[in-house]
């Protein structure tokens, strides 16, 4: 069991969804974690319709954020549109200047080594000076800092 009770709420939230979509939400961060084992997890953006927050990974700046959505999950890149996707993961917010997003339905497979490689092309844009900015949020909103 992980000690960690930002993991123990993501933990949590994943398994009370009880359907197709928890589980593909726990094999995306499975995922994640094992692209970037320095990753950090944390839940932002609570709000009344979501009190426990939205999963960001993080690695010198937000690498993806994770959203459950009625027919489908989402991870959210949060600097998405500078990085390559030979692969061709990316099927969500393609018009954008900064993010991009992969939609999963249900029965959608998840092409892990693809995904792998984009978390990490992702941290290491991060680390190298390409960290978005504070106020990015998952649905593509900027807020101002301290707003």
Same mark, same amino acid.
């Given at each position: 069991?992980? @000690?960690?009770?930002?993991?123990? #709420?993501?933990?949590? &939230?994943?398994?009370? %969804?009880?359907?197709?979509?928890?589980? &593909?939400?726990?094999? *995306?961060?499975? *995922?994640? =974690?094992?692209?970037?084992? @320095?990753?950090?997890?944390?839940? =932002?953006?609570? =709000?009344?319709?979501?009190?426990?927050?939205?999963? #960001?990974?993080?690695?010198?700046?937000?690498?993806?954020?994770?959203? #459950?959505?009625?027919?489908?999950?989402?991870? &959210?890149?949060?600097?998405?549109?500078?990085?390559?996707?030979?692969?061709? %993961?990316?099927?969500?917010? *393609?018009?954008?200047?900064?993010?991009?997003?992969? @939609?999963?339905?249900?029965? @959608?497979?998840?092409?892990?080594?693809?995904?792998?490689?984009?978390?990490?092309?992702?941290?290491?844009?991060?680390?190298?000076? /390409?960290?978005?900015?504070?106020?990015?949020?998952? /649905?593509?909103?900027?807020?101002?800092?301290?707003?």
């Amino acid at each position: 069991m992980n @000690d960690d009770p930002t993991s123990q #709420v993501i933990d949590a &939230t994943f398994a009370n %969804l009880g359907d197709w979509r928890g589980t &593909t939400m726990a094999r *995306l961060r499975t *995922l994640i =974690k094992r692209a970037d084992p @320095d990753v950090v997890e944390e839940l =932002k953006w609570k =709000k009344a319709s979501n009190p426990d927050g939205v999963p #960001v990974w993080s690695d010198g700046g937000i690498i993806c954020t994770g959203e #459950v959505y009625k027919d489908h999950v989402k991870l &959210t890149f949060a600097k998405g549109a500078a990085l390559q996707d030979p692969a061709g %993961l990316f099927n969500a917010s *393609l018009d954008g200047n900064v993010r991009r997003g992969i @939609d999963l339905h249900k029965g @959608d497979k998840v092409d892990g080594p693809a995904l792998i490689a984009l978390i990490r092309a992702a941290a290491a844009l991060n680390r190298a000076g /390409g960290a978005p900015a504070e106020g990015f949020s998952p /649905g593509g909103r900027w807020r101002r800092r301290g707003g």
